[in-house]
């Protein structure tokens, strides 16, 4: 169905929010009347939930490779004739915006028990889990848990303060490095 909607289209425009996984493309196609319209192809790429929907010109779904009953989700429905949702934004952290305080403020509200990787891929979005063990190595914090940066704010313990801070800018840094490469 999505290839009767786009065939013989040309692409006007390929947008994408941030590091989002969803990807908007724009194509200029000839409807079923003969007129010039345009449609667009949602891609939204979330490992078993990916997508492709097809929408009008409206914002209304034509048709998606995946329908999504209001008993799948309670957030929303992919079927044809409803209004487009994208997906819920994810609270994640932008790596070319990261600081140090960021960072930390973000550690204090997880469990001491979490692996640093596993606390980047939940903190940094755009982060797969290959790069945040990448990122937890290249920060001297690799197998280490958030209980080893979790003394920020213990006075009486100065110098394990100190190594946090210390921990935490390297991680920040870390991060920061990679933004610069995408």
Not at 84 to 101: A, F, G, H
Request: charged share 25%; glycine share 8%; with cysteine.
């Amino acid at each position: 169905t999505l290839r009767k909607h786009l065939e013989g289209g040309r692409i006007l425009r390929v947008e994408q929010e941030g590091l989002e996984r969803v990807a908007r493309i724009a194509f200029s196609v000839i409807d079923e009347l003969g007129n010039p319209v345009e449609r667009v192809l949602v891609a939204e790429v979330m490992g078993k939930h990916s997508n492709l929907i097809l929408l009008d010109n409206t914002g209304r779904i034509i048709d998606s490779i995946k329908r999504v009953t209001s008993a799948m989700s309670r957030y929303r429905e992919v079927l044809p004739g409803r209004p487009y949702v994208p997906p819920p934004e994810q609270d994640r952290l932008e790596p070319n915006q990261i600081t140090i305080e960021a960072l930390a403020h973000r550690l204090a509200q997880e469990s001491p028990d979490e692996s640093v990787s596993s606390f980047l891929l939940g903190t940094v979005a755009g982060l797969g889990p290959l790069m945040a063990r990448e990122l937890e190595f290249r920060a001297g914090l690799a197998g280490c848990r958030l209980s080893r940066l979790s003394h920020l704010g213990q006075a009486e313990q100065p110098e394990m303060v100190a190594r946090s801070e210390s921990e935490i800018a390297s991680l920040t840094e870390a991060v920061r490095a990679w933004a610069t490469d995408l």
